[in-house]
Antibody
Framework: EVQLVESGGGLVQPGGSLRLSCAVS????????MNWVRQAPGKGLEWVSS????????SYADSVKGRFTISRDNAKNSLFLQMNSLRVEDTAVYYC?????????WGQGTLVTVSS | QSALTQPRSVSGSPGQSITISCTGT?????????VSWYQQHPGKAPKLIIY???KRPSGVPDHFSGSKSGNTASLTISGLQAEDEADYYC??????????FGTGTEVTVL
């Protein structure tokens, strides 16, 4: 069974940092591009970042460029999102998703709350 | 990276057909046949229902269909059912490993 399980969310103050993780199982992780997608409370979906299967190519939405860094550990079937200089508007549920180039499947999401 | 434009809400009676539009530009929807659609029920993760403009993943009912003309993609739900009440999002590849989602449409079954 294909599974994606996010972790690492929580409450952080503006300007702070947080590292999200996504543990993957049930498919050949090294064969797929992976992504982070977020959804602010009561709002729509927003693509955040993608990383190629090898980890050599990363891309970011303008809203997070320069503050967030996507990475992966192919030996541990894991995807990461390092979030620095967090803003109130980064508050959202963050989902990891496999890309093909459509997003499927998705994890259950982890909530990040940026507030003082 | 502007969001694709979708109607805020669409409604229909059981058994009716509805269509949700998704308007972008020649740099995203019009430039690639990589448009996908997602269904999201409250409190749940999104679920893929259409990919590559008009293809249905296995297990997705055939009353969902997708199409594209120019810079606008469309999702049609034929024979609307109560369980189709949800939020729907389109998504398009926008080149250079970038992606953009639509603004989302709330579907109500009357």
């Amino acid at each position: 069974e294909v599974q994606l399980v996010e972790s690492g969310g929580g409450l952080v103050q503006p300007g702070g940092s947080l590292r999200l993780s996504c543990a993957v199982s049930g498919f050949t992780f090294t064969s797929y591009e992976m992504n982070w997608v977020r959804q602010a409370p009561g709002k729509g979906l927003e693509w955040v970042s993608s990383i190629s299967s090898s980890g050599s190519t990363m891309s970011y939405a303008d809203s997070v460029k320069g503050r967030f860094t996507i990475s992966r550990d192919n030996a541990k079937n894991s995807l990461f999102l390092q979030m620095n200089s967090l803003r109130v508007e980064d508050t959202a549920v963050y989902y990891c998703a496999r890309n093909n180039p459509f997003f499927d499947p998705w994890g259950q999401g982890t909530l990040v709350t940026v507030s003082s | 990276q502007s969001a694709l434009t979708q109607p805020r809400s669409v409604s229909g009676s059981p058994g009716q057909s509805i269509t949700i539009s998704c308007t972008g530009t020649s740099s995203d929807v019009g430039g690639y046949n990589f448009v996908s659609w997602y269904q999201q029920h409250p409190g749940k993760a999104p679920k893929l229902i259409i990919y590559d403009v008009s293809k249905r993943p296995s297990g997705v009912p055939d009353h969902f269909s997708g199409s594209k003309s120019g810079n606008t993609a469309s999702l049609t739900i034929s024979g609307l059912q109560a369980e189709d009440e949800a939020d729907y999002y389109c998504c398009s590849y926008a080149g250079s490993s970038l992606y953009v989602f639509g603004t989302g449409t709330e579907v109500t079954v009357l």
